[in-house]
T-cell receptor, first 112, second 115 residues
Protein backbone atom coordinates (compact mmCIF):
# COMPACT_ATOMS: atom_id res chain seq x y z
CA UNK A 1 0.00 0.00 0.00
CA UNK A 2 1.10 3.58 -0.62
CA UNK A 3 0.02 6.91 0.84
CA UNK A 4 0.74 10.49 0.00
CA UNK A 5 0.51 11.35 3.67
CA UNK A 6 -1.06 14.78 3.68
CA UNK A 7 -3.59 13.92 0.95
CA UNK A 8 -4.51 10.39 2.13
CA UNK A 9 -4.36 10.48 5.88
CA UNK A 10 -5.37 6.83 6.32
CA UNK A 11 -3.51 3.84 4.89
CA UNK A 12 -4.97 0.36 5.24
CA UNK A 13 -2.80 -2.68 4.57
CA UNK A 14 -3.11 -6.40 5.05
CA UNK A 15 -1.00 -8.06 7.69
CA UNK A 16 2.23 -9.25 6.12
CA UNK A 17 2.19 -6.72 3.28
CA UNK A 18 4.71 -3.93 2.95
CA UNK A 19 3.61 -0.38 3.80
CA UNK A 20 4.87 2.84 2.29
CA UNK A 21 4.11 6.14 3.97
CA UNK A 22 5.08 9.31 2.15
CA UNK A 23 5.82 12.80 3.35
CA UNK A 24 6.57 16.05 1.55
CA UNK A 25 8.74 18.37 3.59
CA UNK A 26 8.83 22.09 3.17
CA UNK A 27 12.25 23.51 3.92
CA UNK A 28 15.11 22.87 1.50
CA UNK A 29 17.59 23.87 4.21
CA UNK A 30 16.47 21.08 6.53
CA UNK A 31 19.30 18.63 7.10
CA UNK A 32 17.79 16.13 9.50
CA UNK A 33 14.63 14.08 9.14
CA UNK A 34 12.95 11.66 11.46
CA UNK A 35 9.95 9.37 11.57
CA UNK A 36 7.88 8.92 14.69
CA UNK A 37 5.12 6.46 15.52
CA UNK A 38 2.35 7.54 17.85
CA UNK A 39 -0.15 5.16 19.39
CA UNK A 40 -3.40 6.45 20.81
CA UNK A 41 -2.91 8.27 24.11
CA UNK A 42 0.88 8.01 24.01
CA UNK A 43 3.76 10.27 23.10
CA UNK A 44 5.57 9.96 19.76
CA UNK A 45 8.08 7.14 19.61
CA UNK A 46 11.24 7.23 17.47
CA UNK A 47 11.36 4.89 14.48
CA UNK A 48 14.26 5.95 12.29
CA UNK A 49 16.13 9.09 11.25
CA UNK A 50 18.26 10.20 8.33
CA UNK A 51 20.60 13.09 7.65
CA UNK A 52 20.60 15.01 4.39
CA UNK A 53 23.94 13.57 3.29
CA UNK A 54 22.24 10.19 2.88
CA UNK A 55 19.40 9.05 0.64
CA UNK A 56 18.58 5.76 2.31
CA UNK A 57 18.82 4.27 5.75
CA UNK A 58 17.63 0.90 6.99
CA UNK A 59 16.54 -0.27 10.38
CA UNK A 60 14.79 -3.36 11.62
CA UNK A 61 11.88 -3.87 9.17
CA UNK A 62 11.93 -0.15 8.33
CA UNK A 63 13.64 1.86 5.61
CA UNK A 64 13.66 5.61 5.15
CA UNK A 65 14.26 7.12 1.73
CA UNK A 66 15.12 10.76 1.20
CA UNK A 67 14.80 12.56 -2.13
CA UNK A 68 16.13 16.08 -1.65
CA UNK A 69 15.47 17.06 -5.25
CA UNK A 70 11.72 16.89 -4.75
CA UNK A 71 11.77 17.30 -0.94
CA UNK A 72 10.22 13.92 -0.36
CA UNK A 73 10.63 11.44 2.45
CA UNK A 74 9.17 7.95 2.69
CA UNK A 75 8.95 5.27 5.32
CA UNK A 76 8.78 1.66 4.24
CA UNK A 77 7.65 -0.97 6.71
CA UNK A 78 8.28 -4.57 5.70
CA UNK A 79 5.88 -7.36 6.64
CA UNK A 80 3.48 -5.04 8.41
CA UNK A 81 2.14 -6.37 11.71
CA UNK A 82 -0.95 -5.45 13.77
CA UNK A 83 1.35 -3.76 16.28
CA UNK A 84 2.37 -1.32 13.56
CA UNK A 85 -1.11 0.24 13.61
CA UNK A 86 -0.59 3.85 14.69
CA UNK A 87 -0.22 7.37 13.34
CA UNK A 88 3.11 8.04 11.66
CA UNK A 89 4.66 11.49 11.55
CA UNK A 90 7.60 12.74 9.59
CA UNK A 91 9.55 15.66 11.01
CA UNK A 92 12.30 17.96 9.78
CA UNK A 93 14.58 20.52 11.36
CA UNK A 94 13.74 23.62 9.32
CA UNK A 95 16.74 25.65 8.32
CA UNK A 96 19.04 23.15 9.97
CA UNK A 97 18.01 24.40 13.42
CA UNK A 98 17.61 22.67 16.74
CA UNK A 99 13.88 22.02 16.74
CA UNK A 100 11.69 19.60 14.79
CA UNK A 101 8.66 20.57 12.73
CA UNK A 102 6.13 17.79 12.28
CA UNK A 103 3.91 16.93 9.35
CA UNK A 104 0.20 16.17 9.70
CA UNK A 105 0.61 12.42 9.99
CA UNK A 106 -0.74 9.27 8.37
CA UNK A 107 -2.93 6.73 10.15
CA UNK A 108 -1.77 3.19 9.37
CA UNK A 109 -4.36 0.46 9.87
CA UNK A 110 -3.30 -3.15 9.62
CA UNK A 111 -6.06 -5.56 8.69
CA UNK A 112 -5.86 -9.20 9.70
CA UNK B 1 11.91 4.16 34.34
CA UNK B 2 14.51 6.57 32.96
CA UNK B 3 12.42 8.14 30.19
CA UNK B 4 10.83 11.59 30.03
CA UNK B 5 8.10 11.91 32.63
CA UNK B 6 5.27 14.42 32.70
CA UNK B 7 2.85 15.35 35.42
CA UNK B 8 -0.09 15.45 35.60
CA UNK B 9 -1.15 13.13 32.80
CA UNK B 10 -4.62 14.65 32.71
CA UNK B 11 -5.92 18.00 33.88
CA UNK B 12 -9.48 19.29 33.68
CA UNK B 13 -9.96 22.92 34.55
CA UNK B 14 -12.46 25.71 34.18
CA UNK B 15 -11.89 28.58 31.81
CA UNK B 16 -9.93 31.36 33.46
CA UNK B 17 -8.00 29.14 35.84
CA UNK B 18 -4.21 28.74 35.80
CA UNK B 19 -2.58 25.38 35.21
CA UNK B 20 1.00 24.17 35.48
CA UNK B 21 2.62 21.14 33.93
CA UNK B 22 5.90 19.61 34.95
CA UNK B 23 8.43 17.73 32.82
CA UNK B 24 11.38 15.70 34.03
CA UNK B 25 13.70 14.98 31.10
CA UNK B 26 16.17 12.14 30.72
CA UNK B 27 18.88 13.03 33.20
CA UNK B 28 21.85 13.54 30.89
CA UNK B 29 19.87 15.50 28.29
CA UNK B 30 20.59 19.21 28.18
CA UNK B 31 17.89 20.20 25.68
CA UNK B 32 14.24 20.25 26.67
CA UNK B 33 11.32 20.98 24.38
CA UNK B 34 7.63 21.71 24.81
CA UNK B 35 5.16 20.87 22.06
CA UNK B 36 1.39 21.10 21.82
CA UNK B 37 -0.73 18.58 19.95
CA UNK B 38 -4.41 18.79 19.10
CA UNK B 39 -6.51 15.88 17.89
CA UNK B 40 -5.54 14.69 14.43
CA UNK B 41 -2.59 17.04 14.12
CA UNK B 42 1.14 16.69 14.49
CA UNK B 43 2.94 18.17 17.48
CA UNK B 44 3.52 21.94 17.22
CA UNK B 45 6.69 23.45 18.64
CA UNK B 46 6.23 25.83 21.55
CA UNK B 47 9.66 26.43 23.06
CA UNK B 48 13.00 24.85 23.91
CA UNK B 49 15.75 25.16 26.48
CA UNK B 50 19.45 24.50 26.33
CA UNK B 51 20.24 23.81 29.99
CA UNK B 52 18.45 26.64 31.84
CA UNK B 53 18.40 29.09 28.91
CA UNK B 54 15.20 29.42 26.89
CA UNK B 55 16.59 29.74 23.37
CA UNK B 56 13.52 29.83 21.17
CA UNK B 57 9.82 30.51 21.55
CA UNK B 58 7.09 29.98 18.99
CA UNK B 59 4.56 32.64 18.08
CA UNK B 60 2.04 30.10 19.43
CA UNK B 61 3.34 30.84 22.91
CA UNK B 62 1.14 33.79 23.87
CA UNK B 63 1.74 36.00 26.90
CA UNK B 64 -0.45 33.66 28.92
CA UNK B 65 2.11 30.89 28.51
CA UNK B 66 5.37 30.78 30.39
CA UNK B 67 7.97 28.06 30.61
CA UNK B 68 10.90 27.76 32.96
CA UNK B 69 13.80 25.42 33.55
CA UNK B 70 15.41 27.02 36.58
CA UNK B 71 18.23 24.58 37.28
CA UNK B 72 18.61 23.08 33.86
CA UNK B 73 16.86 19.88 34.92
CA UNK B 74 13.06 19.75 35.19
CA UNK B 75 10.83 22.27 33.45
CA UNK B 76 7.40 23.75 34.08
CA UNK B 77 4.89 25.11 31.59
CA UNK B 78 2.27 27.43 33.06
CA UNK B 79 -0.85 28.60 31.30
CA UNK B 80 -2.61 31.54 32.88
CA UNK B 81 -6.29 32.41 32.41
CA UNK B 82 -6.93 29.28 30.41
CA UNK B 83 -9.21 29.40 27.38
CA UNK B 84 -11.11 26.56 25.72
CA UNK B 85 -8.70 26.80 22.79
CA UNK B 86 -5.89 25.76 25.11
CA UNK B 87 -7.35 22.27 25.31
CA UNK B 88 -4.68 19.99 23.86
CA UNK B 89 -1.99 17.47 24.71
CA UNK B 90 1.16 19.18 25.96
CA UNK B 91 4.21 17.09 25.13
CA UNK B 92 7.66 17.44 26.59
CA UNK B 93 10.75 16.05 24.90
CA UNK B 94 14.44 16.03 25.63
CA UNK B 95 17.63 15.42 23.68
CA UNK B 96 21.36 15.27 24.18
CA UNK B 97 21.76 18.41 22.12
CA UNK B 98 25.40 17.90 21.26
CA UNK B 99 25.77 20.10 18.22
CA UNK B 100 23.36 18.88 15.58
CA UNK B 101 19.67 18.16 16.01
CA UNK B 102 19.17 14.61 17.08
CA UNK B 103 16.38 12.36 18.22
CA UNK B 104 13.87 13.93 20.58
CA UNK B 105 12.63 11.58 23.29
CA UNK B 106 9.02 12.36 24.13
CA UNK B 107 7.07 11.89 27.32
CA UNK B 108 3.53 10.56 27.38
CA UNK B 109 2.10 14.07 27.52
CA UNK B 110 -0.20 16.06 29.76
CA UNK B 111 -3.73 16.29 28.42
CA UNK B 112 -5.50 19.55 29.24
CA UNK B 113 -9.26 19.98 28.99
CA UNK B 114 -10.61 23.48 29.56
CA UNK B 115 -14.34 23.58 30.26
Amino acid sequence: GESVGLHLPTLSVQEGDNSIINCAYSNSASDYFIWYKQESGKGPQFIIDIRSNMDKRQGQRVTVLLNKTVKHLSLQIAATQPGDSAVYFCAENPGGGNKLTFGTGTQLKVEL
Amino acid sequence: DTGVSQDPRHKITKRGQNVTFRCDPISEHNRLYWYRQTLGQGPEFLTYFQNEAQLEKSRLLSDRFSAERPKGSFSTLEIQRTEQGDSAMYLCASSLGRGHTGELFFGEGSRLTVL
